[in-house]
């Protein structure tokens, strides 16, 4: 049955209160009854989603995401530490359910797996691979309506970067043709950076700094979007048939910027001028080629996403789904607000790990 509009519902609500009296009680406990049929008809069309990763730094942005926007939520994670009880607790208040286990007990990925309709997955860099698991256990389930496997990065299979960079893409490469063989419903997502940690590393917001490094000769566009929105434009995707076995690339027009662009729109807003120390391409590539592993891997994500500008390398043709096209009701961050809210109070980061 299709869903009434609560709008028409109230309407309907109203016309019955005006009719005559000895009617209006019993007209009123039907529609009442079925308003409530309604919204639970409404409840049960919501995919139930599970998510992987979910105390880490994307992770948790993900569930509070899948919550808002009405789904039944449950996440996978590793046994609870007490550096995680405190988050754990706060997604079983969002009324989320805990899943406890690794990703090498195949039996028990599958018997919560075939509990859920879509499997969103926010597993970090180090974990990549072992989303073969998953996908595994996701052909076993043979219910799951659609995989979204951790990306949230550069489009990987329309760029090339530094070996150390490269070696990760190439990962997240293995990952979708694996997800492709296996025959499973999939959306793919390269929401290129996150806008709130790139603002930090680069701004350094909640320390005030007066200087600021400049990667190359800072004019190279990048994507910066704002981790919510990455959440929310994932969720969305996750459950629009638009989306089955395609990519989605999150570039909005209001999140494309340069070094140049970020430094000179917060000394604006700041009032301050910042002491600019740049550091040229030669040098990057010379430290992401010398540095020990993995200390290798942050200078030559930098070279590819702020000097050589690979995020804007490409154009997108008519066949691509991009995010704010997609979903232009959706009200995305735009780096301008997101920098108006670092003036005030910064967003909380997380150092990325990649081993």
Known sequence: MKPCPSGRINHQLRAVLSSKEEKEETHFFWYSRKMREEETAMAAAKSKILIFGATGYLGKYMVKASRALGHPTSVYVRPITPSKAELVHEFESMEVE?????????????????????????????QHLDQLKIIDAIKEASNIKRFVPSEYGNEVDRIHALP?????????????????????????VSANSFSAYFVDFILHPHEKKEEVTIFGDGKAKAVLNYEEDVAAYTVMAANDPRTLNRLIIYRPPGNIVTQLDLVSSWEKKTGRTLNKTHIPEEEIIKLSETLPHPDNIPLAVIHNIFVKGDQMSFDLGEDDLEASALYPDYDYTSVDRLLDICTVKPPQTKLAAFA
Request: hydrophobic share 45%; net charge positive; glycine share 4%.
């Open 164 to 188: 150390p960079f490269e070696r990760l893409l190439e990962n997240k490469r293995k990952v979708r043709r694996a997800t492709e063989a296996a025959g499973i419903p999939y959306t793919f």
């Open 98 to 126: 805990v899943f406890q286990g690794h990703l090498d007990e195949h039996e028990k990925l599958v018997s919560v797996i075939k509990q859920v309709d879509v499997v969103i997955s926010a597993l970090a860099v180090p």
